[in-house]
């Protein structure tokens, strides 16, 4: 096992791995920019680096200087936790290159996977349903549009190294398509380095339903079941829960089955995530691998009882996974709401500031994982991710009271929070029958306004 950990992240996860590292009886090394001095993860760490300036190009993702800060200490391992580095093949290849363990999946997987239109063809390979689209990336915008025609409008037009909910145009018709075609392949550039885009099928009313894989380096992955992330603002998750309204058994297991098909082919090490559109159909469509633990990942955790980050750590340093899941095994409910520093009354503009006072919520099933405290100033710098309160109940109904009574009771002053927004979501009948997709908040603007 690992002796020394170093985080290459921030925030809320880097507080979640410290926990987990801590339990397994690891020392850690928090990583932190100028901006994050007063930041609970420099404190709670057994060892602290300053790696530079605010902003996260000079700080957070410069690969040399966190090589340097693990070498300084002595971790023998990086966990790079979500965002940030967590999907840099690079990166990965750099600490294999300093002898240094990164705890995730190969540098050929990160590659292979991050390259969105070659894990669609690897998933067509493997019998798994992909959203109808380009055979490949398309560079040429008279082909592309000809593609677009064959394949029927709405088109979604996405970046092959895209991640986040950028570089994604959709386009309604053909004369809408070649400037959003243009749009999407500069954004793609500026954001990615590599301005290739690909074409798929707007599905209209799909749910985003993903499942959780874990492998370990002696051959085995499994699936921790699903989770649904439907509600969603702009192509981003606001909301996830566990079980999925809309699965039972027999496609939970259906699905749950094309995943593990696809990380087995490639030997996948590590946690994952395969995502899929769920159509009006019935139908499931592969649609990319996250190859990381995911913002969501509490969900699961509630659900199966089981710590993916503690795994994570223990398969990275070649242990055989610890536990064995049947499907069919799920526990009750979860939900997670994310809680941001962000008025959703303008846009979701975010909202940097002073927490002046703070108490969380708590009681039976409920959980936050958070970095916050009475005093911390968010910086404008990073994502604006304040919070996640993750309920656990014995039904839906039962998860969505503890949802309910937790919003209330979340006291955060001093920045404007999605606390109110997210309380009008879990409230809106059609979250209370489990009856959304990914245009339900489109739907319901009324839920934006202030209150
Ligand atoms: P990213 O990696 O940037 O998050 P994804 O490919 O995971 O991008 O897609 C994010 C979201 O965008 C999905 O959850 C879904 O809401 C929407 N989306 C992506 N592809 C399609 C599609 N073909 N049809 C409809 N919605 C889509």
């Known amino acids: ?59 957070y993702l410069k690969i040399p200087g966190l090589i340097a800060a693990a070498e300084i200490t002595g971790a023998d391992a990086i966990h790079p936790g979500y965002g940030f580095l967590a999907e840099s093949a690079e990166f990965a290849e750099a600490c294999r290159n300093s002898n240094i363990t990164f705890i995730g999946p190969t540098p050929e997987q990160i590659r292979l ?21 380009s055979p490949g990336p398309v560079s040429d915008p008279d082909e592309a549009v000809g593609i677009a025609r064959g394949l029927g409008f709405p088109i979604i037009i996405k970046a092959v190294a895209g991640g986040g909910g950028k570089g994604m145009r959709v386009a309604t018709d053909g004369d809408s398509f070649t400037q959003a075609f243009q749009l999407a392949r500069n954004e793609a550039l500026a954001a990615f380095g590599n301005a290739d885009v690909y074409l798929e099928k707007y599905l209209e009313h799909p749910r985003h339903i993903e499942i959780q894989i874990m492998g370990d380096q002696h051959g085995r992955v499994m699936h921790l079941c699903e ?33 593990v098909r696809a990380a087995s082919h490639i030997g996948y ?18 649609m990319e691998m996250n190859t990381r633990i995911q913002v969501e990942h509490p969900v ?28 069919n095994r799920l526990r009750g409910h979860a939900i997670e709401c994310r809680v ?19 108490h969380p919520p708590g009681g039976p ?65 059609d979250f209370e029958a489990g009856r959304v997709d990914t245009k ?12």
């Open 1 to 59: 096992m690992f002796k020394k950990v170093l985080i290459a992240n921030r925030g809320e996860i880097a507080l979640r791995v410290i926990r987990a590292c801590r339990e397994l009886g690891i020392e850690t090394v928090a990583v932190y920019s100028e901006a994050d001095r007063e930041c609970l993860h420099v404190r709670f760490a057994d060892d602290d680096v300053c790696i530079g300036p605010p902003p996260s190009r000079l700080s």
């Open 227 to 259: 989770r649904d992330c439907s509600v969603q603002r702009r192509h981003q998750k606001l909301i996830e829960e566990s079980p999925s309204p809309a699965l039972d058994q027999q496609h939970r297991d259906a699905v749950g089955a094309a995943a």
């Open 300 to 327: 699961t955790e509630m659900v199966t009882n089981f710590d993916l980050v503690k795994e994570q750590i223990r398969v990275a340093a070649g242990e055989r996974l610890s536990f064995t899941f049947h499907g």
């Open 365 to 429: 099933g409920v959980r936050v994982d958070t970095h916050i405290y009475a005093g911390y100033t968010v910086p404008p710098y990073y994502d604006s991710l304040l919070a996640k309160v993750i309920v656990h109940g014995n039904s839906r109904r039962e998860a969505l009271a503890r949802m309910s009574q937790a919003l209330d009771s979340f006291i955060v002053e001093g920045v404007t929070t999605t606390i109110p927004f997210l309380r009008r979501v879990i409230h809106h009948p």
């Open 269 to 286: 090490v590590g946690a994952g995530t395969i995502e899929f559109l769920l159509d009006q159909d019935g139908c499931f469509h592969f």
């Open 340 to 358: 941001n520093a962000e008025d959703p009354a303008r846009g979701f503009q975010p909202c940097p500031g002073t927490i002046t006072a703070y």
């Open 113 to 133: 996977m991050g390259d969105k239109a070659a894990a669609r063809r690897l998933a067509q390979e493997l019998d798994v349903p992909v959203v109808p689209g």
């Open 440 to 451: 339900f908040l489109t739907r319901a603007p009324e839920l934006f306004a202030a209150e």
